[in-house]
């Protein structure tokens, strides 16, 4: 059973391009979690999604920023016109549908705006 | 609760000695808890997970303690190792939630 894929590990971009970010979540996981990380500092929460949902974007920022997990495929975090700030570590987790479980993490796309 | 962006505090321990790092988290209805490690340039590694029915929960080498009271967690890592040194990170779920916040994380440096 493999674990949580991301994609790419690291990504590039000049400022003004748009960046995707892509996650294939644990087999029978229905549920994908975005978090941000900026370096030696904690996670912070994106958005939360189920299946074709998003269930709570409460941490997205308003502009640029939108997430989809459509029925087939994986999650995809993408980012328009980037800018320096966005320069981040970006981390899906997911879980089982139901209960009081763990969540399981990639190992990030660690994107870099130049 | 969510981190807000502070710097990770440090904890520098000896080898073969015992560390322990706490956590405060924000809701006094959060149903669960886990400890995460996360060492340098890799994701979140799950360690042990606690339901707030229990006190305690211990694993291999370490043991998680948890004060509903005053919303304390806290990891206890036995006989700490230079392989323990990495970010630890306490997560809670909010009861009828299935979103995970995550503390601010506490830096461990394991020195030989």
């Known amino acids: 059973n493999a674990g949580v894929m991301q994609n790419p590990r690291h990504l590039v971009r000049r400022r003004g391009q748009e960046a995707r970010l892509r996650c294939s979540p644990m087999?029978?996981?229905?549920?994908v979690y975005w978090y941000r990380q900026l370096p030696e500092e904690g996670l912070k929460f994106m958005v939360y999604l189920q299946k074709e949902n998003i269930i709570d974007e409460s941490g997205m920022p308003k502009e640029r920023f939108s997430a989809e997990f459509p029925k087939e495929g994986p999650s995809i975090l993408r980012i328009q016109q980037v800018v320096r700030g966005d320069s981040a570590a970006y981390f899906c987790?997911?879980?089982?549908?139901?209960?009081?479980?763990?969540?399981?993490f990639g190992q990030g796309t660690r994107l870099t705006v130049v | 609760g969510e981190s807000v962006g502070l710097h990770l505090p440090t904890l520098s321990v000896q080898e073969g000695d015992n560390s322990i790092i706490n956590c405060a988290y924000s809701n006094s209805a959060s149903d669960y808890f886990i400890w995460y490690k996360q060492e340098s340039g890799k994701g979140p590694q799950f360690i042990i997970d606690i339901r707030s029915n229990m006190d305690k929960r211990q694993g291999q080498r370490v043991t998680v303690l948890l004060n509903k009271t005053v919303k304390h967690l806290s990891l206890q890592i036995a006989a700490t190792q230079p392989g323990d040194s990495a970010v630890y990170f306490c997560?809670?779920?909010?009861?009828?939630?299935?979103?995970?916040?995550f503390g601010s994380g506490t830096k461990l440096n394991v020195k030989p």
């Open positions: 997560a809670e779920k909010w009861r009828n939630f299935n979103k995970f916040y």
């Open positions: 087999k029978g996981h229905s549920h």
């Open positions: 987790a997911s879980s089982p549908p139901a209960g009081t479980t763990e969540a399981f």
